[in-house]
């Protein structure tokens, strides 16, 4: 079992706004005005210098994580093998396709070993490049090829900084969101100054860098700075067209760099589609959006060799059940306020019924089941009845996949960002709410309009994205804990433009009958900066202590393990075990599996079921024939596994195979009536026993304290 012990000893505020407000620099035809003089060069100034900061607190963030990996692993003093095995489960994984794309004789055959895959899965040929996203590391190791670094960088170090690097290319895209919402950099500067202070929940890939989100969610962040660049008012032709470029760019590298891309982008449209229907924001540039989510997932479908599950995406039948109920219901924002709301019902009505009948159809025609286990987990996890699914259990019984845990809002709070996140999204709400009022009911007198004003004034549209955009994720992040870094992230963005913004401070001191435009200017730099000071002064001498921890990496038995399959099996023998160890498995000795980790697929989901028998209580002849049937050679069992204590009664694996397989669960407790006993004892228990039933199917050829390696009799 692996764990992390004590290493031995051995061997200020800016000058100005980056622009002025757009409400005094635009007339009411809409026409831009000249700056005042010397209003460009300080303008210049400012972004000089706000780009400076940005640029170098996302440096700074890149060598803290790298920092504080090395210090927990000390990577450069261990073994190769110790290195590959700190890739933990689908991390290993993905890394191996990276190491297979290096060690191959050259970039064609790499790919051809890619795409005529015969080692992942046993007794079958797969495209890795159609089934898994990555392209990320094909790219990188073909860039490690062609670049003259060899001599100077190890091919795992390219590949761990190249993660690290992107983490600078997150902070900054946060940075820049949060600057262009509040016009102020200094806003930037405490987004990022959270994001780092509450690195806990923001950010995991000092621990789990090959993870897909590691890679994709970059790329997010810069789609959403884009987004709101592209929301603003006033833009040139041809700034909207090279910022819709950076949108569809940004948002393919996105859904290439992450199997979930297409959930995560359901939410966005959901956001969009809300807001347009409020009549919140530019319906030319949200039917934009939505055809740059559409194509940049086509894009990725091409490249994934017509992946069915993205073609079968409620992403792609969403946006074109909008986009074709637009073309139906042309007057959808005309009328009054009663007969709006009526046209809005409708109008979600058809697009839901579209979206349900253009996704069923597409299923049908592909005969498409691999994402089934979404939305059976989904079904169970919300209450609409129980399951006795196998995968739907695996997910419901993961912390990962369970609710947000209370003590993160205690985390968040510690550095003030829960508090000043709750006090914008609630005054933003409340702005939104009556915006959205008063656009619906279409209401023009002009005794509204100077009152509405500041709520208008408040709510632009890429700060009513914003709100709807942190809203939506929220919701995600508190119904499953591995979706928060979604939220956590964007909250930092969310609550320090809340703070630093002149608009918000107004719509309030307006509201308490308190407002002067020197007051609003004292507040939205005194408070960012007080907290700044607080955050600096609180959490430095942590982050300065943390550094200085030093650990080392420490687990000698799987170390053990992966030495022996390497030195005493062939090249060719195929492993059973429980995926996250064959994932290292393949990385560490590159032997053949019958199952990993990478779930999105219905065959192999039923593989993998049917390798588990092995701990549940099945007759050792079964056993035997089941994993005879995947051509498996050696089967490794887990103690940490067999006798598992880290999950409680009835999500032990042991116990959602006996459910599964109608048998009553081991251990004090009660059972469904239905459940029987079993027939046979458990497999992994009774096989230690050498007894004659189970010597003449298995015969053990290594163990430790963790591992039991059995070899497989070949019967005719």
Same mark, same amino acid.
């Given at each position: 079992?692996?764990?992390?012990?004590?290493?031995?000893?051995?061997?200020?505020?800016?000058?100005?706004?980056?622009?002025?407000?757009?409400?005094?620099?635009?007339?009411?035809?809409?026409?831009?005005?000249?700056?005042?003089?010397?209003?460009?060069?300080?303008?210049?100034?400012?972004?000089?210098?706000?780009?400076?900061?940005?640029?170098? $607190?996302?440096?700074?963030?890149?060598?803290?994580?790298?920092?504080?990996?090395?210090?927990?692993?000390?990577?450069?003093?261990?073994?190769?093998?110790?290195?590959?095995? %700190?890739?933990?489960?689908?991390?290993?994984?993905?890394?191996?396709? @990276?190491?297979?794309?290096?060690?191959?004789?050259?970039?064609?055959?790499?790919?051809?070993?890619?795409?005529?895959?015969?080692?992942?899965?046993?007794?079958?040929?797969?495209?890795?490049?159609?089934?898994?996203?990555? @392209?990320?590391?094909?790219?990188?190791?073909?860039?490690?090829?062609?670049?003259?670094?060899?001599?100077?960088?190890?091919?795992?170090?390219?590949?761990? @900084?190249?993660?690290?690097?992107?983490?600078?290319v997150y902070v900054i895209a946060l940075y820049v969101t949060s600057w262009l919402l509040s016009g102020t950099w200094l806003s930037g500067l405490l987004a990022a100054c959270w994001y780092i202070t509450n690195r806990v929940d923001t950010t995991r890939v000092e621990f789990t860098i090959p993870l897909r989100e590691n890679w994709a969610l970059p790329f997010f962040a810069v789609q959403i700075a884009a987004i709101t660049y592209l929301l603003r008012a006033h833009l040139q032709p041809a700034q909207e067209r090279l910022t819709l470029m950076a949108v569809f760019i940004a948002t393919f590298l996105f859904s290439l760099t992450w199997q979930f891309n297409q959930f995560m982008m359901l939410i966005q449209a959901l956001a969009l589609f809300?807001?347009?229907?409020?009549?919140?924001?530019?319906?030319?540039?949200?039917?934009?959006?939505?055809?740059?989510?559409?194509?940049?997932?086509?894009?990725?479908?091409?490249?994934?060799?017509?992946?069915?599950?993205?073609?079968?995406?409620?992403?792609?039948?969403?946006?074109?059940?909008? $986009?074709?109920?637009?073309?139906?219901?042309?007057?959808?924002?005309?009328?009054?306020?009663?007969?709006?709301?009526?046209?809005?019902?409708?109008?979600?009505?058809?697009?839901?019924c579209l979206t349900l009948l253009i996704n069923k159809f597409i299923k049908k025609i592909l005969n498409l089941e691999s994402d089934e286990h979404i939305f059976k987990f989904l079904k169970a996890k919300f209450g609409f009845g129980a399951t006795r699914d196998f995968d739907a259990n695996l997910y419901l019984c993961e912390e990962a996949f369970g609710l947000l845990p209370l003590n993160t809002f205690s985390r968040l709070s510690s550095t003030l960002l829960f508090y000043v996140y709750g006090f914008v999204l609630i005054l933003l709400t409340v702005a939104a709410v009556i915006v959205a009022f008063r656009n619906l009911s279409g209401s023009n007198q002009v005794h509204l309009k100077d009152r509405m004003e500041e709520y208008t004034v408040?709510?632009?549209?890429?700060?009513?994205?914003?709100?709807?955009?942190?809203?939506?994720?929220?919701?995600?992040?508190?119904?499953?804990?591995?979706?928060?870094?979604?939220?956590?992230?964007?909250?930092?963005?969310?609550? %320090?433009?809340?703070?630093?913004?002149?608009?918000?401070?107004?719509?309030?001191?307006?509201?308490?009958?308190?407002?002067?435009?020197?007051?609003?200017?004292?507040?939205?730099?005194?408070?960012?900066?007080?907290?700044?000071?607080?955050?600096?002064?609180?959490?430095?001498?942590?982050?300065?202590?943390?550094?200085?921890?030093?650990?080392?990496?420490?687990?000698?038995?799987?170390?053990?393990?992966?030495?022996?399959?390497?030195?005493?099996?062939?090249?060719?023998?195929?492993?059973?075990?429980?995926?996250?160890?064959?994932?290292?498995?393949?990385?560490?000795?590159?032997?053949?599996?019958?199952?990993?980790?990478?779930?999105?697929?219905?065959?192999?989901?039923?593989?993998?079921?049917?390798?588990?028998?092995?701990?549940?209580? &099945?007759?050792?002849?079964?056993?035997?024939?089941?994993?005879?049937?995947?051509?498996?050679? @050696?089967?490794?069992?887990?103690?940490?596994?067999?006798?598992?204590?880290?999950?409680? &009664?009835?999500?032990?694996?042991?116990?959602?195979?006996?459910?599964?397989?109608?048998?009553?669960?081991?251990?004090?407790?009660?059972?469904?009536?239905?459940?029987?006993?079993?027939?046979?004892?458990?497999?992994?228990?009774?096989?230690?026993?050498?007894?004659?039933?189970?010597?003449?199917?298995?015969?053990?050829?290594?163990?430790?304290?963790?591992?039991?390696?059995?070899?497989?009799?070949?019967?005719?």
């Open positions: 079992m692996t764990t992390i012990r004590q290493r031995r000893v051995g061997k200020g505020t800016e000058a100005a706004e980056d622009q002025p407000s757009e409400e005094t620099n635009v007339k009411p035809d809409g026409k831009i005005l000249p700056d005042p003089p010397g209003g460009k060069l300080w303008s210049r100034l400012s972004v000089t210098v706000g780009g400076i900061v940005a640029i170098s $607190l996302g440096l700074l963030t890149s060598v803290y994580v790298a920092t504080l990996h090395e210090n927990d692993l000390w990577f450069s003093n261990i073994k190769e093998v110790e290195r590959e095995i %700190s890739f933990r489960t689908e991390c290993g994984l993905y890394y191996s396709y @990276y190491k297979q794309m290096i060690e191959a004789a050259s970039i064609q055959q790499g790919l051809h070993g890619l795409v005529y895959d015969n080692k992942t899965e046993s007794v079958r040929t797969i495209n890795i490049l159609e089934r898994m996203n990555v @392209y990320q590391e094909v790219f990188l190791s073909i860039l490690y090829r062609i670049l003259p670094i060899q001599q100077y960088l190890e091919p795992v170090y390219f590949y761990i @900084y190249t993660l690290f690097g992107l983490q600078a809300i807001l347009d229907c409020l009549d919140m924001l530019p319906t030319a540039k949200v039917t934009w959006l939505y055809i740059i989510q559409i194509s940049g997932l086509l894009l990725v479908c091409v490249l994934q060799f017509f992946n069915s599950m993205i073609l079968g995406s409620l992403l792609i039948s969403f946006n074109v059940s909008v $986009l074709i109920a637009r073309t139906i219901q042309t007057n959808l924002k005309k009328g009054g306020l009663l007969n709006r709301l009526g046209k809005l019902i409708l109008h979600v009505l058809l697009v839901l408040t709510l632009k549209p890429e700060a009513a994205y914003s709100l709807v955009h942190t809203v939506l994720f929220g919701c995600l992040a508190l119904s499953t804990m591995r979706m928060k870094y979604l939220w956590t992230s964007h909250m930092c963005v969310f609550a %320090s433009f809340g703070l630093c913004s002149a608009e918000v401070w107004k719509l309030l001191l307006r509201c308490l009958h308190l407002y002067t435009s020197q007051r609003t200017q004292v507040i939205k730099y005194s408070l960012p900066i007080i907290t700044l000071l607080y955050i600096s002064f609180k959490f430095w001498p942590g982050i300065m202590d943390e550094l200085s921890e030093l650990r080392e990496f420490y687990d000698p038995d799987t170390v053990e393990l992966m030495n022996w399959i390497k030195s005493n099996t062939p090249n060719t023998a195929v492993f059973a075990g429980s995926m996250q160890l064959l994932a290292g498995v393949k990385l560490c000795t590159g032997r053949t599996l019958t199952n990993h980790p990478h779930y999105e697929d219905k065959d192999l989901r039923e593989r993998t079921k049917q390798i588990y028998q092995i701990y549940a209580r &099945r007759a050792p002849g079964e056993v035997h024939g089941i994993l005879r049937s995947f051509g498996t050679d @050696y089967v490794i069992l887990e103690d940490s596994i067999c006798y598992e204590r880290r999950h409680s &009664r009835g999500c032990r694996l042991r116990d959602l195979l006996d459910v599964a397989n109608g048998h009553i669960m081991d251990g004090l407790g009660e059972n469904e009536p239905d459940l029987k006993p079993s027939l046979y004892p458990r497999f992994c228990e009774e096989i230690k026993k050498n007894l004659p039933s189970y010597t003449m199917h298995f015969t053990r050829v290594f163990q430790n304290k963790t591992f039991h390696v059995y070899k497989l009799a070949k019967h005719k």
